[in-house]
């Protein structure tokens, strides 16, 4: 299971991930941006494939990510540059700030990744924005209501049923240097939706749950292989995750 499977595009080798980038390249719409070009795939299930093109019109990357329902307003705080690939990016955020232009009023600092970084027109800090968020999930625990959660937690520290840990921000130092935050996380909240989608490229079943966790609600995409049933509305879900999102307008 990966970042792919979560959406659908359950890819093993090398081989088929070329395979995918070809298939999905030729139904893209390309968004030129400074530095390459991004060739965007949106399957009818939502999932979307960004394919990074540097100005050679060579593949240099390609990111997931899933246009769902959730907003939730954060205040961004500075940019996350990825070095190693000129097309990557993402932000420092705190969520559901209380006052305007207030960051640390928010509950918690994290970070997420952006597939349109560069697309993006120049930002602000602190800006005030509305966003939508989408976990990829990396790992999956459920349960059938709140007893059975904390039921469940029988070592310290137990967890709040709504509660947002941004274990990206715990990266150490690379070389002596600090690590560049990774956009990773690690949260429990309640499933107000659930639907399983069929990625219409590749015919394989994913899940999506709209969560209601501390600081508002996230999309969560899941490879349909981490659960042993449906999940269900109202199930607790706690979720390790990879964070991908877009700015609002």
């Known amino acids: 299971m990966s970042n792919f499977s979560d959406i659908g595009f359950d890819i093993n080798t090398e081989e088929e991930f070329q395979d995918l980038l070809e298939k999905t390249y030729h139904e893209s719409t390309l968004i030129r941006v400074n530095g390459g070009t991004y060739a965007v795939y949106a399957d009818e299930s939502g999932a979307e494939l960004w394919i990074q093109l540097n100005n050679a019109n060579e593949c240099i990357g390609a990111n997931p990510h899933y246009k769902g329902n959730s907003r939730r307003k954060v ?14 990016g993402g932000f420092y955020a705190w969520a559901a700030p209380a006052e305007q232009q207030q960051p640390e009023s928010g509950l918690y600092p994290f970070v997420f990744d952006v597939p349109d970084f560069k697309a993006l027109e120049p930002v602000s800090f602190p800006a005030d924005v509305e966003i939508q968020l989408t976990a990829f999930a990396q790992d999956v625990q459920l349960y059938e209501d709140e007893a059975a959660f904390d039921a469940a937690q029988t070592k310290e520290p137990r967890f709040a049923v709504q509660s947002f840990i941004p274990s990206g921000l715990f990266s150490g130092s690379d070389e002596g240097k600090p690590a560049t935050p990774e956009a990773f996380g690690f949260f429990t909240g309640t499933i107000q939706q659930v639907e399983g989608r069929r990625n219409a490229l590749t015919g394989q079943i994913f899940y999506v749950l ?11 995409v899941a490879d349909a292989g981490f659960f042993e049933k449906p999940p269900v509305i109202g199930e607790i879900i706690q979720v390790e995750c990879w964070l991908s999102g877009q700015l609002i307008n």
């Open 210 to 220: 709209l969560v209601d966790t501390l600081g508002g609600g996230i999309d969560v």
């Open 75 to 88: 205040c961004l705080t500075a940019t996350v540059e990825r070095p190693e690939n000129p097309l990557d």
